[in-house]
């Protein structure tokens, strides 16, 4: 394993290298994500989808990373209820898989995490995957975060 492929994965830069769930991948915007600059991992800035949209929308979240055949990688993010009443729960909306088709909006061929796990009291919760890219060869890491509706918080990735 090596160094961190995601540019941004604090959202220290805001929005930039963050893109949305439509088929062209377009940046993420103010109109439907926000950062909040304190309150994420260590106190620092995290990520808010702020609409409740579907899978093949510019209100939910569907970033792709480019990956080289035959490497191991470990992709991790961390994620929170920002109600701190809510329950811990298992999120179905909140998917990452391999792919050979980034931009797609609907293409999820290898599942690696079905499901984020979110704890109780709007704590941060690690979800995280180790997987070395051989055999089927896929060309793309993509994150497909949807049903956002102000309910998550997103870092450190």
């Known amino acids: 394993m090596s160094n961190n492929l995601i540019t941004n994965p604090g959202f220290q830069n805001g929005l930039t290298g963050w893109t949305d769930a439509t088929t062209s991948a ?80 609907s293409n999820e061929p290898s599942v690696l995490i079905s499901s984020a796990q979110v704890n109780s009291g709007g704590a941060w919760t690690q979800n995280h995957v180790f997987f070395t890219n051989g055999g089927t060869y896929n060309k793309h890491l993509v994150v497909r975060f949807r049903w956002l509706d102000n309910r998550f918080g997103f870092d450190d990735f």
């Open 26 to 105: 377009a940046t993420l915007t103010t109109a439907k994500f926000s950062i909040r600059t304190t309150g994420g991992v260590d106190n620092s800035a995290y990520l808010v989808g702020t609409t409740n949209e579907n899978a093949t929308s510019s209100g939910s979240i569907g970033t792709g990373w480019a990956l080289t055949k035959g490497k191991r990688y470990l992709f991790a993010f961390k994620v929170k209820y920002l109600d701190a009443t809510a329950v811990a729960g298992t999120e179905a909306y909140l998917k990452t898989s391999l792919t050979n088709t980034f931009p797609s909006s």
